[in-house]
């Protein structure tokens, strides 16, 4: 029984033999490869391609992988088996030329072709089944009686005397076929549990795809629009070329690996759900009861969601897309000597940043260019001001941005801590909400030896970058909603990106104390 079992499991669905030269489609489904491409050749004409067994579509023709396991297997299968003439199952009274049986009686233990089922049948009402050579397998062990009922309880079939007596007595039972058709109805709820899942993979999958698509689309483009900012120069230009175009290679591999390692997992998920669906309809065509109920419970395997792809489910993040104002602040950097103007091309305006004396904390030392704000142990003789800060030592800039995109650069004299970012005219001058690390109307990034930290409102977050450089870059794009950090160092390096939809104009802040320095370069 077990070898008849495992030849069906070697047949070609197409040609109904023994697979030859096994080959696999995405689906995980086999085929003999002069069988399926058969099948995609007539499918050609039609317009579109298809598996056989799962209807799963392709929209272009399916490659076809070899499958040399499976071959390795059914070549093994067929050494050790006898001819097929010796393993059919034949009528026990057409003793002079073999008849293929119709159906076995198990209280006669033979098996019968379709004249003499009719005489049988005639004479006696016996229980009949498939045709098989394993009379034993159809019986009770104990009694040698027919197996007739199915316990439930203990999950096992029963003759009639097993139902009376022994240790099912008692017991609630069912005919094997009830019972059956239950566990029938059970592997269509699986399958109607299943099909969605597979369903949302596809989705998935088909989403990462595009999305990997339009990055390296994308990140072509740029690569094109980069060159061509570079013909006709010298060799000085040759090698920040070379920059621009690493960076953006950098990014564009960073993003495609982890598209598509999603890609790859939510695959393997699909492949493995396939092969259960497979497995769930084969069992939910099985004729035979007895078989039906003796495989073991099949459960519903979810594919993980979240936890399986990396936190994310296989949806695509803001963060997974080409950074282009990294890519466009390498290029002005590497150029800025030679083209002054990269910045207009690249719509970007560089605001002449000056700070507001009459916001200082009287221990913020702020220099005569009104560019740079230092903490200082002395206090500095200002007049009262309205708009001084009075409890933490910060300072505002003298004009805010209310519209636009916009780049300068601060520069960090890596003593003591301090916090830069930007603020609404409207925070307060004194009291708890007045410090720019804890209220919602500042965007903050803290420097603190070898840390940085970003800070919004209640929102804390360490960066795992470490400080290297103490020259950063700030990028605003006011109508989009998006404050970024950089670290000018080579190569420039994304430290943080604050989203939100700004309501007042945003004043760069800074937050000082023991001797740190900053500078506005503009």
Known sequence: MASAELRDELNCSICLSLYTDPVSLRCGHNFCRSCIVS???????????????????????????????????????????????????????????????????LQCENSLCGKHLTAHNKTVDHLLTEPTGSFGFKKCSLHKKALEYYCPQDAACLCASCCLVGEHQGHQVELLDEASEKKKQKLREYLDELNPQKVDIQTKVQNLQDHKRKIQEKASDHRKNVSKKFINTEERLEMAEKKVLSEISRQDEKIVSRISHLI????????????????????????????????????????????????????????EDLDEVLISLTLHRSMRDIIPNVTSELGVHVPNIMLDVDTAHRYVKISEDLKTATGSDNEQKRPESSRRFLYFPQVLSRHGLSSGRHYWEEEWNKIGGCGIGLSYPSIEREGQQSCIIYIDKSWCLGMYGDMYKVFYHSFRLALSEKPTCPTLGIFLDYEAGRLSFYELCDPIRHLHTFTASFTEPLHVVFYVYDGASVTIRS
């Open 39 to 105: 099948v995609l050749d007539a499918q050609e004409a039609a317009g579109g391609y298809s598996c056989p067994d799962c209807r799963a579509e392709y929209p272009e023709r399916p490659a076809l992988e070899k499958n040399r396991k499976l071959r390795n297997i059914v070549e093994r299968f067929s050494s050790t088996q006898p001819d097929m003439e010796e393993t059919r199952i034949f009528c026990t009274y057409c003793t002079k030329s073999p008849v293929p049986a119709v159906k076995s009686c």
């Open 264 to 319: 790859k997992k939510l695959e393997i998920k699909e492949y493995e759900l396939s092969r259960q669906i497979c497995h769930v309809e084969e069992m939910s065509r099985v004729t035979d009861p007895i078989r039906l109920l003796q495989e073991s419970d099949i459960t519903v395997c979810s594919y993980g969601g979240d936890e399986d792809t990396g936190g994310d489910g296989g949806e695509v993040s803001s963060e």
